[in-house]
């Protein structure tokens, strides 16, 4: 069983920064982010393997999102530059036992999610 409890979201404006933090009660073998916008589906942003560190990120994000792993504080971040209002949304960790993958349903475990705004 894993927990994981999100921080960080809040209200920036367009062109800023944020970085989010999960933070994980147990070992996965990969871990992602999602986000869900009003109205919308929930997507895939970026995620990565603990062991190794490889990476794979959504293209709408690329260049301007980085997710990392901190492993002695068993912390997942992703830091969030050159915002958009169109990147608000609940932003959602998640882990799962086998590899990288971009669908949710791959996922076994969720945060409970937190809120970025960004403002125009």
């Known amino acids: 069983q894993v927990q994981l409890v999100e921080s960080g979201g809040g209200l920036v404006q367009a062109g800023g920064s944020l970085r989010l933090s999960c933070a994980a009660s147990?070992?996965?073998?990969?871990m992602g982010w999602f986000r869900q916008a009003p109205g919308k589906e929930r997507e895939f942003v970026a995620a990565?393997?603990?062991?190794?560190?490889?990476?794979y990120s959504a293209d709408s994000v690329k260049g301007r999102f980085t997710i990392s792993r901190d492993h002695a504080k068993n912390t997942v971040y992703l830091q969030m530059n050159s915002l958009k209002p169109e990147d608000t949304a609940v932003y959602y960790c998640a882990a799962r036992w086998v590899g990288l993958s971009d669908r949710q349903e791959d996922y076994e475990y969720w945060g409970q999610g937190t809120q970025v705004t960004v403002s125009s």
């Open positions: 147990g070992r996965a073998l990969a």
């Open positions: 990565i393997r603990w062991a190794g560190g490889s990476t």
